[in-house]
Structure formats: structure tokens, C-alpha cells
């Protein structure tokens, strides 16, 4: 049993503690407020939105700070009650810093299997991306890197907490493109008290980077906010990521699991030069030919406000759906989306619309192969400005819109507004598969009840990937489908799992980026098929269809459209509007630059940025057709240049093999140079062989 002497004594020095305590969090207080009121203005000049967060910010359970005996601040987590840091943070933090750039983290992407382009493709691109990804394979298989550099292209942080490793992080390696995302707002509001965030904004500033803060973020909408920079700024910001995570927890752990198994899609397309010179030649040709151009608008017409549309795509489940289709064929507007036009014809089921996307010319030739040219006349087609020009004249009427992200929509644009003073139509999130397309097109004209069949975006069986009556399956057409290879599970529509490949898997993004935009907010979207589960899309079995008898003549329906959805459109001449001159100086320019003298990773890094910053400068201008024309290319070259650059700890072998890259980059500009001024007339000449 203790003596009154212990228990005066221990009591002594519970109060020395507590009064040290109130000591410490006195001088934490002294600090802390004037801390938060600069990051706040700081927050105010650069990050508005964050700013008016802060300002509102309010909780039902607000986190309690409280200060270490060394000073440092740290906090109970709501979720468990446990203690975010240690008994000393500093130290903790520091040794995970020094951990996590010892023992780096890095997503990288494989670009070796550029080489394995057909050596008969005599396309520019195909050509030079072959002899890339031959440079890429040469140089050798991956290494994990002994220590991060002291720059690096980019980084994803993942948790805040506190904020004390960001500023530590940041003194040693330089980053171009920083991320940082925490999904609780509440620990991002406890870290204005802790650290310098004004000094963390200034230090990118100074150093030319760029800044993502994801705050409040579910694993969701931080993907969908990565995929807009993507967009915005070009895929090289993420091609070679050093990944932080912070601390551990479920919201974070989906963070990192969402960017780990989605990377493909920030990846999965640039774009490239004779897919743009197509667009261009395709666009300047349809034009001339004058089109029937959507008029953006909503709702659709008073008269028709729910009146039912049904997109249909060539999925297994289409078979599922079939009876019913057929059943209420009469009561609703069919769209088709590409193949499944003749598997719905097999069917005895005529669709109102055939949607069409593709420019190559295959897609002409698979047309002709498929079906009898006079079997087109009675349908009538939806499709983009890049469509192959023959395809329109085999059909009775053509509506079409303006693809986004295209040098021949900029084009249209620039030629529609200067010569003309008129607007055009972009029709939103229409790629990567025609049934985006299809999707896209019943949105923007204004229906608010959208069915979709055969829109499986997956199955369940890679033998059974598309509709039984599928032309896919014909004898003598089987042979020339290769089909990609499944390489993500996705949630089912009705439960369980489907296999999916990467275009499926980003059709189904495309079409939840799509739904969930605030235009569309009051469109019933209906999943009907036992494909993928769309996200802002409800299942819905077949059986449980039902549509009004009562409805109006769908032939009134589609005539209305055609009258009121639609306006004729032609431009004679786009040649004006071009500016060739200006295409030879921004090759010139990027040619120079590839020309400076590199002597170190952080001076290749330098050239890039540069070169993109440049390029990127012409986009909202009267030359962003030329920004478009070489986007791809640009990002087709830099993303392997960056992964060189960072692929061994060899420094020496890591440049020399990027400095190979770039002299091929100088190549493939001087080639484009000499080849633009007759290319983007000529229609793309790449069939199907045996068509």
C-alpha cells in the first residue's frame, strides 16, 4: 500500500504534468492560429472552393487535437478511437519518409509492346510507335528503383492525416505533378492547424509543378477527378507515380486499390497523328457533303416528355431481351449501336436508328460485307463528324454531332463560328465503343426514359461475348474478329461478377461519367441484361418492362426528331480555316527543343515539360485543331520517355535509351512535317483486307 509521502508525490506530479500539458498546448495555440489564417488566404488565392469548405466547415464529431510532449499535435480517429500518430510523430513520420523514398512505390506502365505494331501497317504512327516500343523493349526489363530521385514526374499522396510528412516529403524530392488526397475532411481541417500549408504551395509554385488536392474524396471520385487532369493536362502526369500512403485505413485503402486496378484508363488511348488527320479529312468532307447536325437542347418536346427509347448493343444478354423487344417494338424508339443492327434485323425487329462511330474505312467495308447496300436505305443513321464519308450516302437520313477531343470537331468549330457565327454540338462521354455513342446521342436529344439491351460492357463466358445472331459467329467472318482478352472483374448487374477487357471496362466508366451528369440528372436510365453493373443505371429484368399503349405513334416521334433535334449544316471550304504554316512552326519549335543538350534526368524532365506546356499552350486557341493533331503523338512518345527515364538505377543507361526516344520524337516531327499538307485531305485508306 502506497504512504500519503507516494501519494502526495505521485499527485505532484500529475499536476506538473497537466500543467506542462496546458503549457504546451498554450504554445501550439500561439502558433497554430495565425498558422491556419495564412493557409487560409492561401487557400483563398489558389484553392477558392477549399477555401469556402474550410469556412463552412462543420461536424457533428470534431476531431480533439492535443499536443505531444514533443510538441508535435495528434489526434483520436473517429473510426476507432485509436490515436493516429505514436508518442512521438516526429520521429514517426520522419523514419516513414525515409522508408517510403528507400523503398519507393512506383506505378509504372509497359510500353514495350509498341513494337509489337504490324510490320505491314504503312500508317506514319504505326511506323515510328513500332520502332519506339523497339527502343522500350531494348533497353530492358523494369528495376525497382534503390531510392526515389531527388525529382520525380509525379506523385499521389494518400492520406493527409496531420500533414507533417508533406513538407518533409517535399524537401527532398521535387515532384512535376503532385496529388495529395485525403477523404476525410476533418483530418484535412486538423492539418491547417499543424502545418504550413501557404509554405507547401509555395514551394510548387517556385517550382513550376502543378498541385492536386482531392479532399473529401471517396475512391470514386478521386478516379474520376485523376481521369479529368489526364484529359486536361495529358496522361504523362500520371504515367510514372511514386505512391505515399500515408495511414493505414478502409477509405484509403480503396483509394490506392481504385488507382492501382484503373491506371489502364488514363492509358488506354491517346489519340494519334493519322487518326487525326482522318478526322480532319473525314470532318472537311462530310461537311461539304452538308449534314443534318444535333441541336443540343432539353427536354425533348412537351409533346413527348417520357416517351421510352431503347439503346441496344450486340451483348450475350440481347438473347435475355429479344421477346420482349420484339413485343414492344411498336411503343418505343430502337436504337442500334453498331453489329447489333442486323443480329436485331434477324430477329424481325427493324431499328429507328443505326448508330455508327468508327472512321477507318473497315467500317464501311464490314458494312458491305454484312449487308446488301439497298438494305441501308431504309434506316436512318446517328454518327460523329469522323465517320468514313461513304458510310452517309448509304443511308435514307444521317443526324450527327461533334466528337469531343478531336482536331476535326475543333476544326468545325473554328470554320462554323468565323464563318458563320454559329455554334456546333459535342456530344458528351461517346467513347471508347459505339454504344457510348448510342447512349450519348439518346441523352442529348432529350429522352428521359433510356433502356438498355445488349449493353453488357462484360460476360460471364469469354466463349459467349456477343449475341447468338451475331455476325460475329458467321461462317467466314468468325475468323476475322479478334476479341480482346479479359482482363477485370466487375460487378454484375443482377449480382456476382463479369469478366470485362479494357475497353469494356472503360465504356462502363464512360457511360457512369455520363449518367451522373448534372444535365441528366432527372433521366431513368434502365439496365436491362446480365452484363456489367453501370453505375446511375438501374437493373431491371427484362419481364419487368412496361410501356405506355397509349403512347404516341413512334413514327411521330421519330419524325419530330428528325425535324426539331436536327439542323442542316455545310461548310464548302475548310481549307482557310487550317493554317498549315502554323502546323510546319509548331513541329519547327518542338524540333528545337528535342535539339538542347541533356545531361541528366532532371534536364530531360525539363525538355519534356516544356515541350508539352508549349504544345498545351495552343489548345482554346484558333489552332487547337493543331494542338489535337499532335496531342497523341506527344503522349504516344513522352509517357515511354518518362518510364525510361525511371526504369533502372543505372542513371547513365536510363538516358540513354531516353535520348534514342528522342531523337526518334525528332524524326516522326520532321516526318509529320513533310507529310500534313497532303494527308489531312485523304480519306483513311486502311480496310479490312478481303473485304
Known sequence: MATLEQLLNQAQQALHQAQRSVEREQAFAAEAEPRFERNLAAFHQYF??????????????????????????????????????????????AAQVKQQLQQPIISHVDFSGFAKAPADDH?????????????????????????LPTRFPSAVIFGVGLGYHIPLL????????????????????????CIDWAAVIDTVNEQNGCLFLHIGSDYRQFFDDLWQISQDIGAFSLVKTFCYAHYPSEDTQALVTSFTQRMHELHGGYGFYNDATTSLAHTT?????????????????????????????NGPSLDEAAEVLAEIQDQVVIIAAGSALKTLLKMGIKPDFHCLVERPKTTYDILLQTMQPEDYKSISLLTLNVIYPDVIDLYDWVGMAAKPVEAGSELWKIASWLGANQ??????????????????????????????????NGYKDEASQHAKSSFYYEKGLKDKFVQPKARHRLPGNFGGEVMSSDLLAMSCAQMKRLLSLQRFAKVDCYNVGSGARIEGAKPLQPEMILVDTRAPNKQQVVSWIKQHSFT???????????????????????????????????????????????????????LSHLHYVL?????????????????????????????????????????MREDFPQRWQMKCDWGWQGA
Open 568 to 622: 442542316p449544316r455545310q461548310i464548302d471550304d475548310m481549307k482557310p480555316y487550317l493554317q498549315l504554316s502554323q502546323f510546319d512552326q509548331i513541329c519547327e519549335h518542338l524540333q528545337a527543343l528535342c535539339r538542347e543538350p541533356v545531361a541528366d534526368a532532371e534536364q530531360a524532365l525539363e525538355l519534356m515539360r516544356r515541350q508539352s506546356r508549349y504544345l498545351y499552350s495552343h489548345r482554346r486557341s484558333q
Open 170 to 193: 517535399l524537401e527532398q524530392v521535387q515532384f512535376d505533378y503532385l496529388n495529395i488526397v485525403e477523404p476525410d475532411f476533418n483530418l484535412f481541417y486538423c492539418s491547417l492547424f
Open 123 to 147: 500508317r506514319l504512327h504505326s511506323q515510328f510507335t513500332r520502332r519506339l516500343g523497339q527502343i522500350v523493349d531494348e533497353a530492358g526489363r523494369l528495376e525497382p528503383l534503390a531510392q
Open 285 to 313: 468532307l462530310n461537311l461539304q457533303h452538308g449534314v443534318n447536325m444535333l441541336v443540343d437542347q432539353q427536354p425533348l418536346s412537351s409533346a413527348y416528355p417520357d416517351y421510352p427509347v431503347v439503346v441496344v448493343g
Open 631 to 671: 496531342e497523341g503523338v506527344l503522349l504516344y512518345f513522352q509517357c515511354p520517355m518518362m518510364t525510361l527515364l525511371y526504369s533502372f538505377d543505372d542513371p547513365q543507361r536510363c538516358l540513354q535509351a531516353f535520348k534514342r526516344a528522342l531523337t526518334l520524337w525528332d524524326d516522326y516531327l520532321q516526318a
Open 48 to 93: 477558392p472552393d477549399i477555401a469556402k469548405a474550410i469556412e463552412q466547415y462543420q461536424s457533428d464529431t470534431p476531431l480533439a487535437l492535443h499536443v505531444t510532449e514533443s510538441g508535435y499535435a495528434n489526434v483520436a480517429l473517429t473510426a476507432n478511437g485509436a490515436p493516429l500518430y505514436g508518442l512521438e510523430p516526429g520521429k514517426q513520420i
Open 423 to 456: 455554334p456546333i454540338t459535342y456530344l458528351s462521354s461517346c467513347n471508347p465503343m459505339v454504344s457510348n455513342t448510342a447512349l450519348s446521342f439518346a441523352l442529348h436529344m432529350g429522352f428521359s426514359q433510356v433502356y438498355l439491351m445488349g449493353v453488357d
